[in-house]
């Protein structure tokens, strides 16, 4: 029996390290989570001695930052070595996102001072930024890794060296060994995510939190049927997880007795949870799917549910089919009204027209909508701002944005490799000033926040059009203070402090 603590660092649903530590039980091995460090969201004025962090501009018009987390202390790295030498592990494991991986490597150096069993590394860095993560780690595992970890951890167990195992990347005194990949999942032989909270331990600011719920598990259940995407997106890694190991087939899905099998433990050991969270990609993409799942859980769950949508996956049909069994939000994905980007940079040819359309039977549907936007990007023009506001004046004014994003260009990523070929960016900082002026973006928020008031539309045209070239924020203050929006219950959702 092999024992493998895994350590998740700041932001991030915990999927992934639960879904590991199941493998590793189902097969009769032992596993524990140790979640290391709070991240906090700001307002942009109270980040003093706080690092990392996105700025996002919320749909009540506050400027804020999230994933913010405190520096590491000496305290916590002794805390947590402390915790993960009572576990006795057979080899330490990390979960690391792209943009986390000077953090992770701070971590892997604090425990080699006391721990000499492999550190393994896995996640979305080490799949993307392969060469950047063997330097730090015994071993990193590529892509998905759920045979992954059973073949380390039988390793572990019969005392074998862990060379040559597929979907690695394994280094020693000898150099870099690069195996093979593995072929991808069927996902219904993978195990159901181990939440048992007596295998998950919380460190933050040198406090122990033994028994451990994450935050975001308290009343709402997140859970994903599928993996996969069938767009490609520039700014999304499922374009470059696409590109790396290919697109056929790379949507999968679990049966659906499955699903109800995972949601069924959950209605038992988690009186709390009132409400599923479907993190898949798009949710709405198989019609034949839904129809045999949701009676189902319409049947045997029967708790409220969001889930995620595309402007061409649904239909009124698809959207009365989530409301009769127990949809009551959707999110959907918008990005900007400016069709030059939307073709030209995100690879998201998405008509206009449709966008408009789609949003409007979310409305008629009787479910409530959100929708995101992302208005600060590498190749913004003042015309592309306009334009999402005039596709806002068309988009029912009920139905809320959760906020107005910075473009992050994560390295690999397709839009990423656009910023080098345009000089935008370098290979070595993936940081970018957005090319319009902080006044003109505010300005322009300000607009996008009017179209989600009452105000008529005619009047919204009127003050675009008429302070436009003036670039007068002020004049919108008026304006702005007179409207209530109902975005404001969406800034309790963005004020609360988030721990993932």
Known sequence: MARIAFIKLFSGLNMGVAQLSAELLRAGHEAHVFHFKKTYMRPKNETEGMIGGEDIVTSGG????????????????????????????????????????D??????????????????WGGLAPTLESEKCIIHADLIAINEAEQTILEIAARLDAKLPLTGIHGTWYRDENGIQKNPNRPILDLNTIA???????????????????DFVPHNMRIEYPIMTQRGCPF????????????????????????PELV????????????????????DDVFTINKRWLEKFLPLYKKEINMPFWCYTYPTTHTPEILALLKDHGCVSVGM??????????????????????????????EAA???????????????TEPDLRATFDLLLDIPSNMQCLGFGFMSLFPTFNLTRQAEETGLISSSNFSYTPPLPTSTYDYYHDLFLLTRSAMPREDLIHLADHTRLAKNREALTPALDEYIFNAQKLDRFWGRDWIV
Not at 333 to 361: D, M, W
Request: hydrophobic residues 35%; proline residues 4%.
């Open 62 to 101: 506050k400027e804020m930052v999230w994933l913010l987390t405190y520096p590491f202390t000496d305290a916590e790295f002794s805390v947590l070595r402390s915790e993960i030498a009572a576990f006795k592990p057979d080899a330490i494991g990390l979960s690391c996102l792209s943009g986390t991986i």
């Open 103 to 120: 953090e992770n490597a701070r971590v892997t150096q604090e425990l080699r001072k006391e721990f000499t069993c492999p550190i393994l």
């Open 192 to 210: 159901q995510p181990c939440w048992d909270k007596s295998r998950h331990t919380f460190i933050d600011d040198s406090h122990v939190t033994h």
């Open 232 to 255: 490609s997106c520039s700014f999304c890694v499922e374009s470059r997880i696409q590109e790396l190991f290919g697109k056929k087939d790379s949507l999968r899905r679990r049966d």
């Open 260 to 279: 109800i099998e995972e949601l069924l433990w959950v209605k038992a050991t988690r009186p709390k949870i009132k409400k599923i969270l479907f993190y």
């Open 333 to 362: 994905g918008v990005q900007t009204g400016s069709e030059r980007l939307l073709k030209e940079h995100y690879n998201r040819p998405t008509k206009l027209n449709r966008i408009i359309e789609a949003c409007k039977e979310i």
């Open 366 to 380: 009787g479910l409530e909508g959100t929708f995101d936007l992302i208005t600060r990007g590498p190749f913004d």
